[in-house]
């Protein structure tokens, strides 16, 4: 058996800001969760625009709805590693800086793992996240997510405005009228509303947060944590 992974504060955004941010939401959507018993995807291509399909309960029981979810890797693959991040997240940009790149070269464009990105959104991204999935739409959710943590430091607090949303539109080749008008009628805010209950449902007690097979990692740890934990499930797997 793996054992599970935690690490120290300065990793993480700590739980007092998710409550904070609870509060400050109000209530949140229940989700229905059926249980599925495998993934699927829209795409083979292990770089962008993969959607992950339908919901699975893992070993440890923790409930994950991967419905329209932006994924890569091998939709088939024994080992699911899901983060739950916020674009607001300094911790979170860390990991897409530093970690991602490496888990992608070794694990996900190898067909080792499926990665599945959803939405945490404790410390203010809201915005950002619905922005993303609207982005999505157009084919292009990964890309934006590298845009917004690119822009992460000087924009973030202007997330909600819609005319920085139209410039990174622009610069990604998107249909700006459709893009805007997804992000302006606030298509995507249940969505994140309903990941963010799940996240905490499922454990988490700060940003980045991580599940693999059910499996818990907290914060932006050094790159040879996820390589224990990634090569501890495959060996399981086998």
Known sequence: MEQEIKNSKNYLVPASIIVAA???????FVSKNPSVSQIKSTKSD???????????????????????WPAMGDPSASVVMVEYSDFACPF?????????PSVKKDYIDKGKI????????VVGGERAAEAAHCAQEQGKFWEYHDKLFS????????????????GYARDLGLDEDAFLKCFEERRYEEM????????????????????????????????????????S????RQ
């Open 192 to 231: 994140v509303a309903l990941s963010n209950q799940e996240a905490a449902q499922n454990g988490g007690e700060g940003t980045p947060y991580f599940l693999i097979n059910g499996k818990s990692i907290f914060g932006a740890q050094p790159y040879s944590a996820f390589q224990i934990a990634i090569d």
């Open 92 to 100: 979170c940009n860390r990991f897409s800086q530093e970690t991602l």
């Open 22 to 28: 609870f509060l400050i939401a109000g209530a949140f």
């Open 114 to 121: 499926l990665f599945v990105y959803k939405d945490f959104t």
């Open 233 to 236: 499930a495959l060996n399981e």
């Open 46 to 68: 292990t770089k962008k625009n993969q959607v992950a399909k339908g919901d699975r309960a893992n070993s440890n029981k923790v409930n994950i709805n991967f419905e329209g």
């Open 151 to 166: 822009k992460s430091a000087q924009d973030k607090s202007q997330w909600a405005n819609s005319e920085v949303h139209r």
